[in-house]
């Protein structure tokens, strides 16, 4: 409550007649706690993008070279599923589809984490329900939240289009308002999920999950089709972005499509936000059994996060078909370039395009695992500051118990999706099982250490617990655009990721494995000891 006294959050007047009342303070107070979250998710994207224009115009340096990735991409549905069709060979033209469907989903997922967290969490912990005392509009806090989300993908959208205006300014507009746009999309979606849950995980979990629909059918409709006209990609919003056609007679009509979904989601959510207590949900919890069953800290642990764990095995598992079934293709994308061939080894090993590109999708996975395995130990947090814990911790139950029942799902759970990752692969690939499932069990030493550091920040300083997503955020970066940016190797090796050996295709190095497995001991007993030390927020 510190940041709203400090806010100089004000009681508005006649907030039961005027829906609307307060929308100006609660925007001040979202921007002013967002200050460090979204400028970074805003610089993360936005100078991504911005940048690529001078780090792929040393790759593809000729028009012949642009020209050679048209024609091999036209030919490669696989390829095509990955990152979309080529619409034109100018370097503008490149950047657009080797970053559009990414960048737009990251700013999807900037927009449901900012919407969610001033919305159904602000619920949740009871912060709403406190502000709707001083008279509060009843549409106020959603008006907020979505101003905030609004802000956040304006700024993105301008980053993008000033970074990338020498290549051509419509196009870099377009490119702009592509990904902005499809931020707004998703916050809105957020807006109308977070509606119907009682919980802010699981409105994230939806809203994330509709994002991975949104991306398999484009995906589908790309590999179908070598110029993204299947209905598979229009029936997504990610596809959307991608027929915007940035840098290729940009399509502006397609913005169309962006302000309809805005419009009629963001009615949606208003409508619904006017027809419940603060609180409530149209999706009422279901009641546990007469009866306990939980008799065990683990077992509360391993109940609060099944749903999240089947649901990213499931992801990693289609994930690794997928990436598995493109490997045979990856050597056409290369073609003659030797700049591409030369960044695709040094990403992914030595003996081979395919063994390169199943070791650098096996090191994207490994990547994508440490999201989950930080959300996953950041769950403690949750249960802390929504003082869920404390009745546990009032009986019978440790601090250090109950929080070994949450790290055993944490970790044992980043083990098994990379193990259903690699599975996914050899299945995708045709065989070669213990070579790729190998390669991917070697990814959990590097996933595990990212997960002891969240437990430490969490342990030890529990109020700054946001730090172990801004390392993990650093170690993706570092992982996908590190190496294309040709940034020093002490740089690099930031990442625990940057530590293992590349596999498949190079030996096996135990010794950087043995590292990072004694660090992540140590930083795991290290957290659980402050937490034994400390207080228990409340």
Same mark, same amino acid.
């Given at each position: 409550?510190?940041?709203?006294?400090?806010?100089?959050?004000?009681?508005?007047r006649?907030?039961?007649?005027?829906?609307?009342?307060?929308?100006?303070?609660?925007?001040r107070?979202?921007?002013?706690?967002?200050?460090?979250?979204?400028?970074?998710?805003?610089?993360?994207?936005g100078?991504?993008?911005?940048?690529?224009?001078?780090?792929?115009?040393?790759?593809?340096?000729?028009?012949?070279?642009?020209?050679?990735?048209?024609?091999?991409?036209?030919?490669?549905?696989?390829?095509?599923?990955?990152?979309?069709?080529?619409?034109d060979?100018?370097?503008?033209g490149?950047?657009?589809?080797?970053y559009?469907?990414?960048?737009?989903?990251?700013?999807?997922?900037?927009?449901?984490?900012?919407?969610?967290?001033?919305?159904?969490?602000?619920?949740?912990?009871?912060?709403?329900?406190?502000?709707?005392?001083?008279?509060?509009?009843?549409?106020?806090?959603?008006?907020?939240?979505?101003?905030?989300?609004? &802000?956040?993908?304006?700024?993105? =959208?301008?980053? @993008?289009?000033? %970074?990338l205006? +020498?290549? *051509?300014? /419509? !196009?870099?507009?377009?490119?702009?308002?592509?990904?902005?746009g499809?931020?707004?999309?998703?916050?809105?979606?957020?807006?109308?999920?977070?509606?119907f849950?009682?919980?802010?995980?699981?409105?994230?979990?939806?809203?994330a999950?509709?994002?991975?629909?949104?991306?398999?059918?484009?995906?589908?409709?790309?590999?179908?089709s070598?110029?993204?006209?299947?209905v598979?990609?229009?029936?997504?919003?990610?596809?959307?972005?991608?027929?915007?056609?940035?840098?290729?007679?940009?399509?502006?009509w &397609?913005?169309l499509?962006?302000? =309809?979904?805005? @419009?009629?989601? %963001?009615?949606? +959510?208003? *409508?619904? /936000? !006017?027809?419940?207590?603060?609180?409530?949900?149209?999706?009422?919890?279901?009641?546990?059994?007469a009866?306990g069953?939980?008799?065990?800290?683990?077992?509360?642990a391993?109940?609060?996060?099944?749903g999240?764990?089947?649901?990213?095995?499931?992801?990693?598992l289609?994930?690794?078909?997928m990436?598995?079934?493109?490997?045979?293709?990856?050597?056409?994308?290369?073609?003659?370039?030797?700049?591409?061939?030369?960044?695709?080894?040094?990403?992914g090993?030595?003996?081979g395009?395919?063994?390169?590109?199943?070791?650098?999708?096996?090191?994207?996975?490994?990547?994508?695992?440490?999201?989950?395995i930080?959300?996953?130990?950041?769950?403690?947090?949750?249960?802390?500051?929504?003082?869920?814990?404390?009745?546990?911790l009032?009986?019978?139950?440790?601090?250090?118990?109950?929080?070994a029942?949450?790290?055993l799902v944490?970790?044992?759970?980043?083990?098994?999706?990379?193990?259903?990752?690699?599975?996914?692969?050899?299945?995708?690939?045709?065989?070669?099982?213990?070579?790729v499932?190998?390669?991917?069990?070697?990814?959990?030493?590097?996933v595990?250490?990212?997960?002891?550091?969240?437990?430490?920040?969490?342990?030890?300083?529990p109020r700054?617990?946001?730090?172990?997503?801004?390392?993990?955020?650093l170690?993706?970066?570092?992982?996908?655009?590190?190496?294309?940016?040709?940034?020093?190797?002490?740089?690099?090796k930031?990442?625990?990721?940057?530590?293992?050996?590349?596999?498949?295709?190079?030996?096996m190095a135990?010794?950087?494995?043995?590292?990072?497995?004694?660090?992540a001991?140590?930083?795991?007993?290290?957290?659980?000891?402050?937490?034994?030390?400390?207080?228990?927020?409340?």
């Amino acid at each position: 409550m510190t940041a709203v006294a400090d806010a100089g959050f004000a009681p508005a007047r006649g907030g039961g007649s005027r829906p609307l009342a307060g929308t100006g303070t609660l925007l001040r107070l979202g921007l002013r706690r967002d200050r460090v979250m979204v400028p970074l998710w805003v610089l993360a994207i936005g100078g991504t993008t911005a940048s690529a224009g001078n780090t792929l115009g040393k790759v593809y340096e000729t028009p012949a070279q642009r020209a050679g990735v048209v024609d091999s991409m036209a030919a490669n549905s696989s390829l095509r599923s990955l990152y979309g069709p080529v619409f034109d060979d100018s370097l503008g033209g490149i950047v657009a589809w080797r970053y559009t469907v990414f960048m737009a989903a990251f700013a999807a997922v900037m927009s449901l984490l900012v919407v969610v967290r001033h919305t159904r969490e602000e619920e949740e912990t009871g912060r709403q329900e406190m502000l709707s005392a001083a008279m509060v509009g009843r549409r106020a806090p959603l008006t907020s939240a979505l101003l905030v989300a609004l &802000v956040a993908n304006t700024a993105l =959208a301008l980053l @993008v289009t000033a %970074g990338l205006a +020498a290549e *051509g300014a /419509a !196009g870099a507009l377009a490119l702009g308002i592509g990904i902005g746009g499809l931020g707004m999309v998703f916050a809105t979606m957020a807006a109308m999920i977070a509606q119907f849950t009682e919980t802010a995980r699981l409105a994230k979990g939806l809203t994330a999950a509709a994002l991975g629909l949104a991306f398999a059918l484009r995906a589908a409709g790309d590999a179908a089709s070598d110029d993204g006209s299947h209905v598979l990609t229009w029936l997504s919003p990610i596809g959307w972005a991608e027929n915007l056609r940035p840098f290729a007679a940009e399509r502006w009509w &397609v913005l169309l499509l962006f302000a =309809a979904a805005v @419009v009629l989601q %963001g009615a949606v +959510a208003y *409508g619904l /936000a !006017g027809r419940r207590d603060v609180g409530m949900s149209f999706m009422a919890a279901r009641p546990g059994p007469a009866e306990g069953r939980l008799a065990t800290a683990s077992g509360l642990a391993w109940r609060l996060q099944r749903g999240s764990l089947a649901g990213w095995g499931t992801g990693f598992l289609l994930a690794g078909l997928m990436f598995g079934g493109m490997a045979e293709g990856a050597a056409d994308l290369v073609g003659d370039n030797e700049r591409t061939r030369q960044m695709l080894e040094r990403m992914g090993g030595q003996s081979g395009i395919t063994d390169a590109f199943l070791a650098a999708m096996v090191g994207m996975l490994g990547m994508v695992a440490a999201l989950y395995i930080v959300q996953s130990v950041l769950r403690l947090h949750g249960e802390e500051t929504s003082q869920r814990a404390e009745p546990v911790l009032a009986a019978a139950v440790g601090r250090v118990r109950w929080a070994a029942g949450h790290l055993l799902v944490a970790f044992g759970g980043a083990a098994l999706i990379m193990l259903l990752g690699g599975l996914g692969l050899a299945l995708g690939h045709g065989g070669r099982f213990g070579p790729v499932l190998g390669a991917s069990l070697v990814q959990v030493a590097a996933v595990w250490l990212l997960g002891a550091v969240a437990v430490a920040v969490y342990g030890i300083v529990p109020r700054a617990a946001g730090l172990a997503w801004a390392y993990a955020g650093l170690s993706l970066a570092l992982g996908w655009v590190g190496a294309a940016l040709n940034l020093p190797d002490a740089a690099l090796k930031v990442s625990p990721f940057e530590h293992l050996p590349k596999l498949p295709g190079n030996d096996m190095a135990w010794g950087p494995m043995g590292v990072l497995l004694a660090l992540a001991v140590v930083f795991t007993a290290a957290g659980l000891a402050g937490l034994r030390r400390r207080d228990i927020l409340t």
